[in-house]
Every structure is written in C-alpha cells, then in structure tokens.
C-alpha cells in the first residue's frame, strides 16, 4: 500500500487529492497472508510428524546434560540433536531503555495508528525496510540513527550513499550519521529523547513521540540449556559442517548459530545439517555448508530494492582476483524513466583473466527480480562474453545488457 502511495505521488498524470493508506485494511490483508503462509508449514510439520518412527513433542526442549534432552515432561538420549530454535529481537542496552516505550518491527506491523514523529535506533536490513513504511503509510517525521557514514554495510559505498540520499530527499527524514546512542529518557509530553554522540565526541539530543527499536536479531539461546553441556555458544562457536564446535554430534543450523540469519540460508543449513548427521553415521566425511553470497533488502518499500549477489569489488580483490567492473545508472535506461523510477544504480565485478562474472550489485527498481538471474550467472561460473546481452526491448534487464558489454569488452581488451 505504501509503495502504491509513493508512486501515485510521483506520477504527474495523476491528478487529485493523493490517497491515504488505511491501516486497518492493509494489518488485515497482512494477517491474510501470514495465516496462509503458517498454514502451509503447519500442514507440512504435521505431515512429516506423521510418518513412522517420527514423535512430534509440542513443547520446548532443553538440555539437562550432553546426552540428555528434556521435553514436554519426558527425557530422550537421541544419538544427534539438530539445533534449531531461530533468533530473538536484539534490544540495545543503553541506559534508559527500559523507562521507555518503545516498538519493534513485529509490533509495527500490527500497528494501526502511528503519532506524529519518531526516532529510529537500527538502519539495517529492518530498518531500511520500515523506515519508509512508517513515513509514507503511517504519515510520521522520523529520525534515524545511523551508525556509520552510510547504510547497507555489506554494498560498496556508492549504493550506501544512493539510498542515503533517496531516503533523505523522498521520505525528508532526518539522518545524523557516525553517532551512537548513550541514553534515552522519556519526556514530559509522553514521547521520548535520545542523547547521541559522535566520533568526536559531540552531542546531539533529538525528540520524538515514538522510539522504534529495529536493531536486529540475536540467536535464541538461552532456553537450550546448554550450561549443562560442554557446548560453549562463543565466538565461531558453529562449524561449516554445522556441527557444534564442542559436540560433534549436535548440529547448530539457522539463525541460532548466528552466521548468516536469512531464511533460505537456514533452509539450505538444515539440509546439509540433515545429510551430515546421516554421513557421520555411517562413518563417512562430513560435507561443509557453502553457498554464494545472495541477500535482498527491500528497501524503497520494495520500489527500490537492494539485491547483491556474490562478490563486490573490494571482496573479490581480498580474494585475490584480477577484475574488471562495470556501473551504470538506472536513469541510464530510458525504460527506468518511463515507468517513473528513476533512481539506483547496478555494477558488475567480471574476472579478468577468464571472463568469469564474480558478483552483482542492484540499486534499482526490480533489482530483487534480477537477482535470480544473476545468480544463476555467478553459480554456474559463466563467462560475461558468453552471456546473451539483447534484452527484449524496452524492458528493466537492458541495464544488465549494459553492464554485459563494458565487461565483456575490457575482458576482450585484457
């Protein structure tokens, strides 16, 4: 609904009072869906619990000794014990926090109503997402803290920068940068204040009436038990065959063992956890979990998305390849200005040497759509010269056609 505002207020053939979003009705379309989705993997719980030697235990487990887990008032000795309990909302612990309220993401979007300002602690992947939600659908002057000079830590600068400026110019929020939070305290009006400091050591005191806390995620662990175990859940704690780094024979796969919390990540993990519990069995070598780097972030309220797939130019230099890169501006395609989304950019990272393309990065409207492709490209190690770079005319991938040619070209040149 958000996104459907931000377009219709910048389409100048659509005329009239600009349409305001209705909560209410897009909670209930929300609540639609997430009930659908849990439906589905409830079905598919209970279909695999269902099957023989299978017992399903509605309740939480916890370790009572290495060998020992307890669950639903019985005790089970399993020769293996996947781990897999996801992670929990991480809320900074800052002096005053707790004498002020505040919302998280879960609670935004059950939200019906929003006050008029806000402060944000979190520009990360939440952040960058609801930020413009709460601007655009929820109508508020938002304050966020960003941390560093720039958001996306793990894109080169210039798309940190580009959705920097997208978000200041498009939503009017206000961003200090290179601050952290000290203390908050409420105020007499019933909002709250927060007290930053810079990397010089300035202060700046900023209002609003709402703080939201979208400051990430931490692994779910304190319910395991595991303090009476010999499993020390610190530091690289998880090995890349999934398997705790103190019991060979648990297995630690998900957000819970803190590596990479996104859900097709955890998915895949489970996977390999699955085969390497049956190879360790059997006495045979254990396979490691690797998959190429593949994150999205809706960020634009999915107008402009941010997409990298496999390598940037800095990762791929570290691992010690000569490359070539390619950057072209979605304003660069005229199909981007026709369909009244202007903004973003994309970049290629090609190996000189033999073609190979390493790594793709999107800014831009449908970044998250060519993602797929671009990681098929970097999967299966295609050479750029061999990539077809025609496009139908005129649509969206023409900017990969773009950044096809000027690779395939200083490969060529090489």
Request: with cysteine; net charge negative.
């Amino acid at each position: 609904a958000g996104a459907h505002r931000f377009q219709a207020r910048h389409d100048e053939r659509l005329v009239g009072e600009l349409p305001e979003v209705d909560l209410e009705r897009t909670v209930e379309r929300k609540d639609e869906h997430v009930l659908s989705w849990a439906g589905h993997r409830r079905d598919s719980i209970e279909t695999m619990a269902e099957r023989e030697d299978v017992t399903f235990v509605r309740d939480t487990a916890r370790f009572v000794d290495d060998r020992t887990i307890e669950a639903g008032g019985q005790r089970y000795e399993p020769d293996y014990v996947v781990v897999a309990t996801g992670s929990s909302v991480n809320i900074p612990d800052i002096a005053g926090i707790d004498e002020v309220d505040y919302m998280t993401s879960a609670e935004v979007l059950d939200a019906t109503e929003f006050p008029d300002s806000g402060i944000v602690m979190g520009f990360g992947y939440v952040g960058m997402e609801l930020v413009p939600y709460l601007a655009e659908a929820g109508g508020m002057d938002l304050t966020v803290v960003e941390h560093d000079a720039r958001p996306i830590d793990e894109a080169e600068p210039p798309f940190g920068d580009a959705a920097l400026e997208l978000y200041r110019e498009e939503w009017d929020l206000e961003v200090p940068t290179n601050v952290y939070e000290q203390r908050v305290e409420p105020t007499e009006d019933g909002g709250v204040r927060l007290y930053l400091e810079d990397e010089d050591g300035g202060q700046q005191v900023v209002e609003g009436d709402q703080l939201f806390c979208f400051t990430g995620r931490k692994p779910t662990i304190a319910p395991l038990g595991l303090e009476n175990t010999g499993i020390d859940p610190a530091g690289e704690w998880v090995a890349d065959t999934m398997q705790a780094v103190d019991d060979e024979r648990v297995f630690v796969v998900g957000d819970v063992n803190g590596k990479e919390p996104i859900l097709h990540v955890a998915k895949e993990q489970g996977f390999q956890a699955a085969e390497n519990v049956l190879a360790h069995a059997n006495g045979e070598p254990l396979e490691p979990y690797e998959n190429v780097h593949h994150h999205v972030i809706f960020s634009g309220l999915g107008v402009y998305p941010f997409a990298r797939v496999g390598h940037t130019e800095e990762t791929a230099r570290a691992a010690g390849f000569d490359i070539v890169t390619s950057t072209r501006q979605a304003s660069d395609d005229g199909v981007f200005k026709s369909k009244d989304v202007p903004e973003g950019l994309a970049k290629l990272v090609v190996d000189r040497e033999d073609g190979t393309v390493l790594g793709y990065q999107g800014l831009h409207y449908h970044a998250d759509t060519m993602a797929k492709t671009m990681q098929i490209v970097v999967e299966m190690g295609l050479d750029v010269r061999e990539i077809p770079d025609r496009a139908y005319h005129p649509t969206l991938p023409e900017i990969l056609d773009g950044l096809i040619r000027e690779t395939a070209a200083a490969v060529e040149e090489a």
